[in-house]
């Protein structure tokens, strides 16, 4: 076994030593340049004859690695014929158990590279798993990929390592022995690294995305992730006439607006119209990952950019409102008023607020006629009315006081804190369905209880958090100091970070200080979109986020909808899997 018959040194800087190895140039990365002899076999942990490997950097050999192994098993004729090595030349050689270790400790915190890669990573992988060492995870560069993508035919007939090394005008030929194939990969690859710059190529990172599919429309355009600030914040895809094509969020920018010119970006839309039209990407540094969660969504509903499909229309949330009247009814509507009226939501969509509303005509006895009926003239009674599905108020059948105490006051109970008069007739009603065989009406019952439910812990959560006039609170960064947030009813105010080892005191009082102010309004989520508040109470929820201060108690009624929480988690499961079983 032969090992590094040359060492040379390279002084790095202190950046360099603790960066992110994908953002280091190429000249100053160490790469082992390894190849294997096998006896022709799977790659279940065993059937390594020989390893080789060199390692470089910045265009000069520091070491190399060398040695016979012993398989421990016969060697194929056809195997020694290509290869030249026999069962003799391997017998004495260490077994692959013993070897593995040096050649570990030899290739670590280098990026691996081979020709055809997946092959020798493969066996490696497995040996590693067959002997119980960790395997390490290394970044691995594969040779004949780069080749694919930077030479065309007209270049090259084939991309075999044989044909690369002589049309590349290198000294040294493969001749299937380990070490002087991993040599020759090594001139390959300064040869292939030489080309990268004309692509726009210049750190690890870049060569490892280049090799993968990408469209020519990502490669054209990786240039507009240069120069980007990678802490949290948004960034905003902007066209010709600088209007905002596509918003989104990052804990750190520069890295996730990269991913978009790499083929991890598997989005049609987005790597080939959107990328295509985009002239130049906006940062906006935030202070915290909420903050910028917060200015994303305020962007998207501002601009509704063409490329972002979710919270484009905050807007378009509907209500399910009890109109004041002495016969009230339920009507949908977009706009919380101070009116009065009862109200249920938000709804995301219209069809949802009628399943609720379905649920409730199911088991409130409360009229379904769109019309303003007289206290003192009675009027003509609907098809409902005739089959008791109505206690008929039209005709003065019903008192306005009756009407409202069998049908109204539920629902008001149930918007103002417990629901839990119309969420038992509806399982009463459910049950009674499914007792008799009609379980398709049993699962659509299902569905609007879900829909009423959802809505009324949705609903009362927003409420009971909204009705603060104040909040503050503070989370521990990850890299010391605390990120800092003041709310007030339900809306961000304000966001910012104190620094490590100094008091956040100071930098709350200026937060303070600064924060927007926010009048109140009616309903749960007067003051923001109700996305914005969940994210913001999501952010307080966490178990290390912690409240600084409040203006007054953040409470629920004891016996809110919250106490149904379990029954509408076992509801919207049962639902999922009719779904997926009907799919």
Excluded at 4 to 14: A, G, I, K, P, Y
Excluded at 98 to 125: C, I, M, Q, R
Excluded at 212 to 231: G, V, Y
Excluded at 374 to 399: D, I, K, M
Aim: hydrophobic share 40%; net charge positive.
């Amino acid at each position: 076994m032969t090992e590094t018959v040359r060492e040379t040194f390279h002084q790095e800087t202190l950046d360099a030593l603790f960066d992110d190895a994908r953002a280091r140039s190429l000249f100053s990365t160490t790469f082992v340049v390894l190849d294997l002899e096998t006896t022709g076999g799977a790659p279940d942990g065993g059937g390594i004859t020989e390893i080789g490997a060199v390692k470089v950097r910045g265009g000069e050999e520091l070491g190399e690695f060398a040695t016979l192994v012993n398989p421990g098993e016969r060697i194929p004729p056809y195997i020694t014929v290509l290869t030249g090595i026999t069962e003799a030349m391997v017998l004495p050689a260490p077994r692959l158990d013993s070897v593995l270790p040096a050649f570990l400790e030899f290739a670590k915190d280098a990026v691996w590279v081979a020709h055809n890669a997946p092959y020798d990573t493969g066996f490696l992988k497995a040996a590693c798993a067959a002997h119980g060492y960790p395997w390490p995870k290394p970044l691995v560069l594969d040779t004949a990929a780069l080749a694919r993508r930077v030479l065309t035919r007209d270049e090259v007939p084939n991309h075999k390592l044989a044909t690369l090394a002589r049309w590349l005008g290198n000294g040294r030929q493969p001749c299937h022995r380990a070490l002087d194939d991993a040599r020759a990969t090594v001139d390959v690859l300064h040869a292939l690294i030489g080309r990268l710059g004309g692509h726009r190529v210049h750190t690890l990172g870049d060569a490892l995305e280049f090799v993968k599919a990408i469209s020519p429309t990502q490669r054209r355009k990786r240039h507009l992730a240069e120069n980007l600030p990678n802490t949290p914040g948004v960034y905003v895809f902007r066209d010709g006439r600088d209007r905002p094509l596509y918003v989104g969020t990052s804990s750190a920018i520069a890295t996730r607006v990269r991913s978009y010119f790499t083929a991890s970006e598997k989005r049609a839309r987005i790597n080939t119209e959107m990328l295509a039209a985009a002239e130049r990407v906006e940062a906006i540094e935030c202070a915290h990952s909420l903050e910028a969660e917060v200015r994303e969504l305020r962007l998207i509903a501002a601009h509704k950019p063409p490329y972002n499909r979710r919270s484009k229309f905050p807007e378009r949330v509907v209500w399910l409102k009890l109109t004041d009247e002495a016969y009230p009814r339920l009507s949908i509507v977009r706009k919380l008023a101070a009116d009065g009226g009862a109200y249920l939501g938000p709804f995301s969509s219209r069809r949802v607020a009628e399943l609720a509303a379905d649920g409730v005509h199911e088991v409130l006895p409360l009229r379904q006629c769109t019309q303003r009926l007289s206290t003192r003239r009675p009027s003509a009674a609907c098809a409902l009315a005739e089959l008791g599905r109505c206690p008929a108020p039209c005709e003065h059948r019903v008192s306005p006081e009756e009407y409202t105490a069998r049908a109204a006051a539920p629902f008001r109970a149930a918007t103002g804190g417990n629901p839990g008069e119309v969420v038992r007739r509806l399982l009463t009603r459910m049950r009674s369905l499914s007792e008799a065989r009609r379980y398709e009406e049993a699962a659509a019952m299902r569905g609007r209880l879900v829909a009423f439910l959802k809505a009324s812990v949705r609903m009362q959560r927003l409420a009971s958090f909204t009705a603060l006039s104040e909040v503050v609170a503070a989370r521990p960064a990850v890299d010391g100091g605390w990120e800092l947030a003041v709310i007030r009813h339900g809306r961000l105010a304000a966001a910012g970070a104190s620094p490590p080892r100094v008091h956040p005191r100071a930098t709350l009082e200026a937060l303070l200080a600064t924060a927007e102010t926010v009048r109140p309004g009616p309903g749960p989520v007067p003051c923001a979109s109700p996305e914005e508040t969940e994210r913001v109470l999501a952010w307080l929820e966490r178990p290390e986020t912690r409240l600084v201060q409040m203006a007054a108690g953040w409470a629920s009624p004891v016996d809110s909808a919250a106490r149904w929480r379990e029954l509408l988690t076992t509801a919207e499961a049962a639902s999922s899997s009719v779904v997926r079983s009907g799919d």
